[in-house]
């Protein structure tokens, strides 16, 4: 069974149910709650391929905090006490740096479940993380 448990949140009803799931299937682990404040088009610092805690806009550091808010009352009312953290830049590199750096045993990362062109527009971050990860990744779906 994981130790150390990372869970990324971004608001998401996935997020909430991936977070859900890994308190239910991991109670004794101790869990971070990861919100990547993503980069803008026009942000330089994501043209210069630059990631982590860069200073960040008022209102995507309140967004950050209400998600993390919200995610820390809700794991309480499960009976769950979590850590948080945050960053800034690219949700996929940033979940991978800080699963490797802060020495997690498993990333649980929710899936919004796009197929077809918006999956090829968009991405997955969840499916980045898994393939760049050397932390096992549970994908839930």
Do not use: C, W
């Not at 004794?28 to 610092?45: C, F, K, N, R």
């Not at 850590?83 to 996929?92: N, V």
């Not at 590199?93 to 999956?119: C, F, M, N, T």
């Amino acid at each position: 069974m994981p130790e150390r448990v990372l869970i990324p949140v971004d608001g998401s009803s996935r997020s909430t149910e991936a977070m859900e799931y890994a308190i239910e299937t991991f109670p004794d682990a101790t869990m971070t709650l990861y919100h990547v404040i993503e980069s803008g088009q026009g942000d330089i610092g994501a043209l210069a391929g630059m990631t982590g805690n860069l200073p960040d806009q008022e209102a995507a550091m309140t967004r950050a905090e209400e998600v993390l808010l919200e995610a820390t009352e809700h794991a309480a009312e499960l009976g769950a006490t979590v850590e948080t953290a945050r960053g800034r830049g690219r949700p996929d590199r940033l979940i991978v740096k800080q699963a490797e750096e802060g020495e997690y045993d498993l990333v649980v990362i929710g899936s919004h479940g796009r197929d077809g062109v918006a999956r090829v527009l968009m991405g997955s971050v969840a499916e980045k993380v898994a393939r760049r990860s050397s932390i096992p990744v549970l994908i839930y779906r």
